[in-house]
C-alpha cells in the first residue's frame, strides 16, 4: 500500500504524534495527506487564559470566527487552572468546538451554582471523555448538576469528576449513581471523588441491591466508600460483574465488619463468582487498632480473586507493631502468586523500628514494589531473593541493607530502578545491588543517607558499582558520610568531595575486566571523572540541605594535592591549614577544626545522564514514563 493510501482516520492519528513543523510540512506532501495532516494541526486546544475565552466569545474579533470556521476539527480541548467559565461561555465553546471528543477542566474554572443551566450539552453528544475538577465549586449538590448533564452524552465512556480538598464531603446516593449509569449506558471507567452514603434502611439494602441492572461494560470504578462497606461491595458484585479496578475502600474499625453477616454470605453465595475480574484495589485504614479490616481480605481471597495490584495506605498512629506485620501476612501475602505491583504507604510516625522483609513470603510475580513506612528496614538481599522478578524498588522513610547471609545467595537479579527517599543504605549495599544485578540502570536517591567506612590509610569512601551502566543517576541533597572519630564518634562525618569516576569511552567495564586497577584516581589509566565540592548545612540530625558545585581541573589538582597531604600526615593540624584559608573548594570548619576532609568516589561502567542538584523535588510522573518503557 502507498503512503497516498491510507485512511483518513491513520494519517490524521499519525500527525497527533508529529511536532507543528513537520505538520505543516506533511500538508505539502500530496492532496490526499492535506487535509487529515490540517486537521492533527487542530486535534488539540488549550485555553490558557481568560483574554483567549473573551476573544473567542466576542462576536466581533478575528479569533471569534477563526475558530467558528475551523473549530469543526478540534477532537480534545483542555481548560488550564484559575480560568473562570461561565454556562454562557460553555455555551460559546459547544458552538465552536462541536465535534470534540475529550473536555478537561481544571480546578477552579466552574463559575457558579447555575453551572449547566444555560449551555445545550447535547452538542456535544460526541464527547467520549469528561474530565472536571470540581474543586472549590460552589453548588449545594454536584452530583444532580452532573446528572442533568449527563443526559446529553450518551456516548460518554470516560467520567471523572475528581476534587482534590474541601471541608464538606460530596455524597452520592444509591439513585443518583444508579441514574448515572442509566443516562451513560457506554460508561467504562468513573471516577466520582465522592462519599456513597450510608443505606438508609439497612434491613431492605440488599433487596434493592440484588435487582439492579448490571453495567457490564464499567471496568474502572472510583468512590470514597465509608460507611456501609459490605452493602456498598454486595452493590458492585451485582452491578459491576467485569470490574477490573476498585478505587478507594476506606476501612474503618467501627463495628462494621461484624455487622453484616448476611452480605457477607450474599457476596460468597454469588454464581458467577462475585469480582472474578478485579485485578487491582486501593484502600485506606482509619483508626483501626482491632485489624477487623483484614477480613475482607480473606474474603476476597477465598472468592479466588486474582489480584494483581494492591495499594494501601495507612493514616493513622500506629502503637502496635502487629498491626504493620498483619498487613504483610494477612494482605500481601494472601496474593503472593499472582500480585504485581504492591505500594505500601504509611502515613504516621512510628518510632520503633521493624522489619518489612521478616513476613515476606516468595513473590514470583511481583516487578513494583513501593514502601513507605517510617523507621522501617529491609533486608535487601532477602527481599530480592523472594521477589525474582522485581524491576522497580521505591523505598521512603525506610533503611535497606544487607542480612547477615547476603553472600550466600549471589543469584542474579533483574532489578532495573531503584528510588530512595529520605531512606538510610551503606556503600556495601550498593556494590553488592551492582553485582546482583547487571541489568539496574537507574538510580535516585534523594535526601537520603549512604554511609561506608573509609580505608585504613586516607579518608576515602569506594563505592564499586563497575557493573552497572546508569541511564540516569540522581544524588539529590544526598550524604555520604564516615564514622567520626574522638570525642565527636556519636556524630558521622559528611564527605565534601563527590567523584563520580568511569572509563573513557575507549575502555568500557566488562565482566572480565571490572577487577581492573584503573579505579584509582591516582592511576595512569584515562579516567572520565566529575568531581563534585559539596556543602552541608544540618538543621536536626536528620534535616540538612546540600549545595554542590562541580570543580575545574585546577581545583581538581589542588584537591588532589591536599588530599595526598592529608593522607601523609602532613597537614591534619590547624596550623598547616593556614595556607588554604582563601581556597573556596574547602569546607570553612576544616581549616578551624583537626577534623580530616573525606571523600567519596562512585565508581560505575558508565553514566549517561546524572543529577546531584539541590532542591529536587521526586517526580513521580517522569520516573513511571521511564518505568512504562521496561519489557
Not at 461484624?258 to 469480582?275: D, G, H, N, T, V
Not at 505500594?343 to 513476613?359: A, E, G, M, N, Q
Not at 514470583?364 to 514502601?371: F, R
Not at 558545585?549 to 591549614?577: A, F, P, Y
Request: aromatic share 12%; net charge negative; proline share 4%.
Amino acid at each position: 500500500m502507498l503512503a497516498s493510501e491510507l485512511p483518513f482516520e491513520i494519517l490524521r492519528n499519525i500527525g497527533r504524534f508529529l511536532y507543528l513543523p513537520d505538520q505543516l510540512e506533511s500538508c505539502l506532501v500530496c492532496r490526499t495527506w492535506k487535509i487529515p495532516f490540517q486537521d492533527s494541526m487542530w486535534d488539540v486546544i488549550d485555553l490558557q487564559n481568560d483574554e483567549m475565552m473573551d476573544k473567542m466569545s466576542d462576536v466581533s474579533t478575528r479569533v471569534h470566527a477563526f475558530y467558528r470556521k475551523n473549530g469543526y476539527r478540534v477532537r480534545e480541548l483542555l481548560i488550564w487552572p484559575n480560568i473562570y467559565i461561565d454556562d454562557q461561555e460553555i455555551f460559546t465553546l459547544q458552538q465552536h468546538f462541536p465535534n470534540l471528543n475529550c473536555l478537561i477542566i481544571s480546578h477552579s474554572c466552574l463559575g457558579g451554582p447555575n453551572f449547566g443551566s444555560i449551555a445545550d450539552w447535547n452538542l456535544w453528544g460526541s464527547l467520549t471523555e469528561l474530565n472536571v475538577d470540581i474543586t472549590g465549586w460552589c453548588h449545594d449538590n454536584p452530583a444532580d448538576a452532573f446528572l442533568n448533564i449527563s443526559l446529553g452524552l450518551p456516548n460518554l465512556e470516560r467520567l471523572m469528576l475528581n476534587r482534590f480538598n474541601g471541608n464538606q464531603p460530596v455524597v452520592v446516593t444509591l439513585d443518583q449513581l444508579e441514574s448515572f449509569h442509566s443516562n451513560l449506558p457506554q460508561l467504562k471507567y468513573l471516577v466520582l471523588d465522592m462519599r456513597p452514603a450510608a443505606f438508609e434502611n439497612e434491613e431492605d439494602a440488599l433487596e434493592r441491591i440484588v435487582n439492579v441492572k448490571p453495567a457490564t461494560k464499567l471496568k474502572h470504578l472510583q468512590l470514597n466508600v465509608f460507611n456501609s462497606l459490605y452493602q456498598w461491595l454486595c452493590y458492585f458484585a451485582i452491578k459491576y460483574p467485569n470490574l477490573q479496578v476498585m478505587v478507594t475502600l476506606q476501612l474503618l474499625d467501627n463495628g462494621e465488619f461484624e455487622q453484616y453477616p448476611k452480605e457477607k454470605a450474599f457476596i460468597s453465595s454469588l454464581s458467577p463468582p462475585a469480582f472474578q475480574y478485579l485485578e487491582w484495589i486501593d484502600v485506606i485504614t482509619k483508626k483501626n487498632p482491632k485489624q477487623l479490616h483484614l477480613d475482607i481480605w480473606k474474603q476476597f481471597y477465598f472468592l479466588n480473586i486474582k489480584l494483581k495490584r494492591i495499594t494501601w495506605a495507612v493514616w493513622c498512629d500506629m502503637t502496635d507493631i502487629g498491626y504493620l506485620e498483619a498487613i504483610v501476612k494477612e494482605c500481601m501475602n494472601l496474593f503472593s502468586k499472582t500480585i504485581e505491583t504492591f505500594h505500601f504507604l504509611c502515613d504516621f510516625d512510628y518510632r520503633k523500628s521493624w522489619d518489612f522483609t521478616t513476613h515476606l513470603e516468595y513473590f514470583p510475580a511481583l516487578v513494583d514494589l513501593y514502601i513507605k513506612a517510617p523507621h522501617s528496614f529491609i533486608e535487601l538481599d532477602v527481599l530480592l531473593d523472594r521477589c525474582v522478578s522485581l524491576k522497580v524498588l521505591k523505598v521512603v522513610d525506610s533503611k535497606f541493607f544487607l542480612s547477615t547471609n547476603e553472600y550466600e545467595t549471589p543469584k542474579n537479579h533483574g532489578l532495573r530502578m531503584l528510588i530512595g527517599l529520605d531512606s538510610i543504605t551503606t556503600c556495601n549495599t550498593l556494590e553488592y545491588l551492582s553485582a546482583r544485578c547487571r541489568r539496574l540502570n537507574y538510580m535516585c536517591l534523594v535526601r537520603s543517607i549512604i554511609s561506608g567506612e573509609h580505608s585504613s590509610n586516607n579518608s576515602r569512601i569506594s563505592i564499586d558499582m563497575s557493573y552497572t551502566h546508569f541511564k540516569k543517576l540522581q544524588l539529590n541533597d544526598s550524604r555520604f558520610t564516615l564514622p567520626s572519630e574522638g570525642k565527636d564518634g556519636n556524630k558521622d562525618r559528611n564527605a565534601n568531595y563527590v567523584v563520580l569516576s568511569q572509563p573513557s569511552s575507549s575502555y568500557q567495564i566488562t565482566d572480565s575486566n571490572h577487577d581492573h586497577s584503573a579505579w584509582d584516581i591516582y592511576s595512569d589509566i584515562t579516567m572520565e571523572d566529575t568531581w563534585y565540592f559539596v556543602t552541608y548545612k544540618m538543621f536536626t540530625s536528620e534535616g540538612w540541605s546540600s549545595t554542590p558545585w562541580i570543580m575545574s581541573k585546577k581545583d581538581i589538582t589542588t584537591v588532589v594535592e591536599l588530599l595526598r597531604r592529608q593522607d601523609s600526615g602532613n597537614i591534619n593540624t590547624i596550623n598547616g591549614k593556614n595556607e588554604y584559608l582563601d581556597f573556596k573548594m574547602v569546607p570553612e570548619e576544616w581549616c578551624t577544626k583537626n577534623t580530616p576532609l573525606a571523600y567519596v568516589v562512585l565508581k560505575c561502567g558508565s553514566i549517561s545522564n546524572y543529577d546531584m542538584s539541590p532542591g529536587y523535588e521526586f517526580n513521580h510522573y517522569t520516573w513511571e514514563m521511564i518505568y512504562d518503557t521496561f519489557e
